[in-house]
């Protein structure tokens, strides 16, 4: 049976199967919150900032969402 597109694009998504919330976890336990709000200045990362705030703000914020995962797809490549 043939891929759809959609499938041969997750294929290649390298975060197909990794939830934001991960995505956050692993540069906050990597960065510190101080140093993610320094690379991505957005109040969820500075003004009292916490998992349950930040993924609240990324999910209705698709231009912080893509920094916040081209950041990560940033630090797998460092790895």
Known sequence: MPQTS???N???NPLHGI???TVVRALEAK???AELAARIPVRCF???PSIASSLKFLRKTPWARDKVEALY???LQDT
Request: charged fraction near 10%; avoid cysteine; glycine fraction near 6%.
């Open 6 to 8: 959609t499938s041969q």
């Open 10 to 12: 997750q294929h290649n």
């Open 19 to 21: 939830t934001l919330e």
């Open 31 to 33: 960065f510190g919150w």
């Open 46 to 48: 500075s003004n009292d």
């Open 73 to 75: 797809l940033l630090t």
